[in-house]
């Protein structure tokens, strides 16, 4: 077999493997997954597993990966379908809380995630998808006089904290959605100040 054709096989098994552990973990969540119900959903052997992932931690990093990369897109297009940055940035904040009362997204991004792989390098990832849109959003509009002069990190992390613990709330109140969209909306506006 070709190089080239070797290495799309193993991106195409690579793949299946990110999406059969994906469904399993957003099903059963990652202490109930094994190795070998992955492999069998997948239908591959472990040694295709261990040819693409260290194991089961790194498999869920991709995981987890993918779906941090699916919400931030998700947020991304909802916001920068409106024009006015003060818009875009609570239109952003609401889709991400819409986002994540998705069970399957709760239980990866929310749950497992800081579990799995600890809180420092679940932070990293967090940083560099949710927070940095967030950071883009806030930017212009503390720059603009929008919202008052301030730095931007502690604004960036008490905004990004408040949502995600709002969507971990949101997965045992589901029915909230409305009131808490509503009730972020009034902490944003309460940022932009008289």
Not at 112 to 140: F, I, Q
Request: charged letters at 20%.
């Amino acid at each position: 077999m070709p190089p080239s054709q070797r290495a799309a096989q193993r991106e195409q098994t690579r793949a299946l493997l990110v999406r059969c552990g994906r469904e399993l973990f957003a099903a059963e969540g990652y202490a109930a997954v094994g190795l070998a119900r992955i492999v069998a959903a997948a239908g591959v052997t472990k040694g295709a597993l261990y040819h693409n992932f260290s194991g089961k931690e790194e498999l869920f990093r991709a995981v987890l990966a993918e779906v941090q990369r699916e919400v931030g897109a998700r947020v991304a297009t909802a916001a920068e379908a409106v024009d006015d940055p003060w818009e875009q940035l609570r239109t952003g904040c609401d889709a991400f809380l819409v986002a994540a009362t998705d069970p399957a997204v709760q239980r990866i991004l929310l749950v497992d995630g800081p579990a799995v792989l600890g809180w420092h390098e679940w932070r990293a990832l967090d940083e560099a998808n949710s927070a940095s849109h967030l950071r883009d959003a806030l930017a212009p509009l503390v720059a603009d006089g929008t919202l008052p002069a301030q730095p931007l990190e502690p604004l960036v992390h008490l905004l990004s904290g408040a949502m995600n613990e709002a969507a971990l709330w949101l997965a045992t109140e589901p029915e909230a959605l409305p009131g808490t969209t509503a009730a972020l909306g009034r902490l944003l506006e309460a940022l932009r100040g008289p």
